[in-house]
């Protein structure tokens, strides 16, 4: 089946300008997971929805970065007034998760390579 | 929360020798181990994952260990290959509470032909 999804797979942008990343989970899965890594970097936990709890925010950067989810599925990740050091890949992953029986197994999207020039 | 350390950041071995990546946590709660593999310009995939209540977990050439007393585990790969050469990391989480995953910072694994 169909495999995580990411758009754009590629966005530069000016300094200063607001973007919005957007994330197409796998169908059926509950959870969905942002993540930022910077070149040759270790992955960065920015933000994690589960069903319809409060989204995890503790990772969040800054108060620049946003996300929301819409119907328990896809996922925009924004970032306000975007600094240099925003760029990076940002990368989605869901899951699907329930039970003392299911492990815990996040499918990665391709990424969003963002360059903020 | 969730400190995960993992070790060395790069390591280089001949095609055919084994390669081990250590990583230490700092959650005693933590119940779930999975191991990532991302090859250059892809996404991370899960190679292998470990569970708090068995301490050895093996598929083909690659294995894992737990040592929940000392709150570290391991990633054994044996007979390396080219196509081993990628970044791994490793990462802990306490499902039975949240899933969110706490990675390491990535070993670059090369190996030479």
């Known amino acids: 089946g169909a495999g995580v999804s990411q758009s754009p797979s590629n966005k530069v942008t000016e300094k200063g300008k607001d973007v919005e990343l957007r994330c197409d989970p796998i169908s059926g899965h509950t959870a969905l997971y942002w993540y930022r890594q910077s070149l040759g970097q270790g992955l960065e936990f920015l933000i994690y929805?589960?069903?319809?709890?409060?989204?995890?925010k503790s990772g969040l950067p800054s108060d620049r970065f946003s996300a929301e989810r819409t119907g328990g599925s896809v996922s925009t990740l924004t970032i306000q007034r975007t600094q240099q050091e925003d760029s990076a890949v940002y990368l989605c992953?869901?899951?699907?998760?329930?039970?003392?029986?299911?492990?815990?197994?996040?499918?990665f999207g391709p990424g969003t390579r963002l360059t903020v020039l | 929360g969730e400190n995960v350390e993992q070790h060395p950041s790069t390591l280089s071995v001949q095609e055919g020798d084994s390669a081990v990546i250590k990583c230490t946590y700092s959650?005693?709660?933590?119940?779930?181990f999975p191991w990532y593999k991302q090859e250059l310009g892809k996404r991370p995939q899960l190679i292998i994952d470990i569970r708090s209540n068995v301490g050895e977990k093996k598929d083909q050439r690659i294995a894992v260990t737990l040592n929940k007393t000392a709150k570290h585990f391991s990633l054994h790969i044996t007979e390396t290959q080219p196509e081993d050469s990628a970044v791994y990391f490793c990462?802990?989480?306490?499902?039975?509470?949240?899933?969110?995953?706490?990675f390491g910072a990535g070993t670059t694994v090369t190996v030479r032909a």
């Open positions: 990462a802990a989480s306490n499902w039975s509470n949240d899933y969110k995953l706490s």
């Open positions: 929805f589960q069903g319809n709890s409060a989204p995890d």
């Open positions: 959650d005693s709660a933590s119940n779930y």
């Open positions: 992953a869901s899951s699907l998760v329930g039970g003392r029986d299911f492990y815990n197994e996040q499918f």
